[in-house]
């Protein structure tokens, strides 16, 4: 059996790592597959992240 994205996961962590760019839910993938994070360790981080507005974060790219 052949699982799709687990190299695209690496690879992508990687990248957001290298050009400081957040990436939670890469992050907690990574965790899962690379550092033997459990799945529900995972969901319960995502979940209690603290709220902001990611629109900002573009409005300020412009």
Same mark, same amino acid.
């Given at each position: *059996? $052949? /699982?799709? @994205? %687990? &190299? ?6 990687? +990248? =957001?790592?290298? !050009?400081? $760019?957040?990436?939670? %839910?890469?992050?907690? #993938? !990574?965790? $899962? #597959?690379?550092?033997? /994070?459990?799945?529900?360790?995972? =969901?319960?981080? +995502? *979940? @209690? &992240?603290?709220k ?5 974060? #573009? %409005?300020? +790219? #412009?």
């Amino acid at each position: *059996m $052949v /699982v799709e @994205g %687990i &190299r695209t996961t690496k690879a992508a962590f990687q +990248l =957001a790592k290298a !050009y400081d $760019v957040p990436m939670p %839910i890469t992050a907690a #993938l !990574y965790a $899962v #597959l690379f550092e033997e /994070v459990s799945t529900n360790e995972a =969901a319960e981080k +995502l *979940m @209690g &992240r603290m709220k902001k507005n990611e629109m900002e974060d #573009l %409005i300020n +790219l #412009l």
